[in-house]
């Protein structure tokens, strides 16, 4: 199994980039691909979830800013990310099969198999 993320990039305060993560060795179509993030000094922390039929979970910090979505025919999770703001800063890194866990709150947790490589996201102030 293997998860290529190609993206990442610097952005201006205020703009948008689309990240990708393409998964291979898969010997079904995974049900859960999701995003984390992790910025210098802090822990890693889930951005959003997605399952093959499309519903999608975000963190609170994200929420109505990232899109998440994922094309099961060619196996190629996005990540679209908009109204970027430098708090956004930190390595992404795409992850893949695994378990969520949800609560009647809306609060979720994701704890995923497989990890790609993280790419490097940085929004200039």
């Known amino acids: 199994v293997q998860l290529v993320e190609p993206g990442g990039g610097s952005v201006e305060s205020g703009g948008s980039l689309n990240l990708s993560c393409e998964a291979s060795?898969?010997?079904?179509?995974?049900?859960?691909m999701g995003w984390f993030r992790q910025a210098p000094g802090q822990e890693r922390e889930g951005v959003a979830v997605t399952t093959r039929h499309g519903f999608g979970r975000y963190s609170d910090s994200v929420q109505g800013r990232f899109t998440i979505s994922y094309d099961s025919s060619v196996k190629i999770m996005y990540l679209q990310m908009n109204s970027l703001k430098p708090e956004d800063t930190a390595i992404y890194y795409c992850a893949a099969d695994g378990r969520l866990s949800t609560e009647s709150s809306g609060a979720w947790s994701y704890a995923p198999s497989y990890w790609g490589q993280g790419v490097q996201v940085t929004v200039l102030s």
């Open positions: 060795g898969f010997a079904y179509n995974t049900y859960y």
